[in-house]
């Protein structure tokens, strides 16, 4: 299915599909350009919707340390080191990130913020972050921060501590259709990436060989991915690590993978056959492609996240394979590789619209070898919307 076209597609097979092996890239064809990065308004308003949730739940301010919780705040995405940088979001005073003294130019190029308080490399940065709570009872503290930096914080803050982060995965776990179109872009890559890296596979290689080439062809088209890359009985380990086993004739390949475009991710799986695959290897492929058919054929706003996991696996387990296929169906995707809302047994909280979700059935046969294969959705009213080009047929690499 076209990119452009984005609907929901229920397949009725999967035959297979033939590709020459070859040296040079994938087709050409140009891509869209890169879509551009949000407007600061959109992290003003984001924080408004923070501080209307911790009011709501008695919290003086949120204390935010490096993560993609940062990154969608006050659009900073930055690695979290010993020297403290973070925002303080007062809940009725501003946006105000500590950082230290030398960073404070760099940052200021990119952090929506109303203030910047700054730290010299003598100087206690948790002392300074106590002055900006004076007189408040109740802080937020994300998730991702760290132990030994709340510990600080208790020194310089006698108030009430409370976990911030089910803060933002209500906000996170719905995406503007800004942030669907950057998914849709980050999808669109994946597909170029992997196709052009299935024409330059080439008997002899190694896993890792075709994990370098995976991550060039990501260059060329603009973006920085990688992935996991697995042949034959390896692709029986659902999340194995690329190793040195070398590609021989009838081998399956398995290149689960994602990029980033303006910070969201894509996640994408494909299981193609190096050569004539086996009847067994047929049988399974259009099975897990069947039981992928059922799980997006369920996937809509108000549908019980167990309940898509289940028509799925229904699939797999009336035929006889249920044994091996060993985890969920599939994972919220943002601005994290995985986040909420999952697509598991026991999830009861009804799906809504503007969730974005991977749908990635797998039958893993150990020793033999495994199949998933995985898109991107987003979910509507009354279907499912591609945000991945879907693949609907085996495909044969020849040598």
Known sequence: MSLTRRAL??????????LPAAKAAASSEALPPLPPPLPATTFRERQSRLRAAAKARGLDAIFVTPSTNLAYAANLSIFKSE?????????????????PNFEEANHKRNAVVDDVKTWKEDENPIALVGTLLQGKGALGIEGATSYETVARLGTVFSGRLEEASPLFDALRRV?????????????????KAIAATHKRIRGG???KQVSAILAEEYVRVGVTGDGL???????????????????????TILIDTGCRVRGYTSDVTRTVSFGSPSDELR????????????????????????????????VIEQAGYGQFFTHRLGHGLGMDGHESPYLVHGNRTPLVEGNTVTVEPGIYMPGKFGVRIEDDYAVRATAAEGL??????????RD
């Open 9 to 18: 597609i229920v397949s009725a097979g999967a035959a297979a599909a033939v």
């Open 83 to 99: 020297r403290l940088t973070a925002l303080v979001l007062l809940t009725d005073g501003p946006a105000v990130l500590v950082t």
């Open 175 to 191: 995406k503007a259709p800004e942030e669907q179109i950057f998914q849709r872009a980050a999808g669109e890559r994946t597909a």
């Open 205 to 207: 290689m190694t896993e």
């Open 229 to 251: 890359v697995q042949f034959g009985p390896n692709s029986a380990f659902p999340h194995g690590a690329p190793e040195e086993r070398t590609l021989a004739k009838g081998d």
């Open 283 to 314: 049988k399974v492929y259009d099975i897990v492609e069947k039981a992928q058919s059922a799980g997006i054929a369920a996937l809509k706003a108000g549908a019980i996240p167990e309940e898509v996991d289940a028509a799925a696996r229904r």
């Open 388 to 397: 991945s080009d879907r693949s609907l047929s085996l495909q044969i690499l």
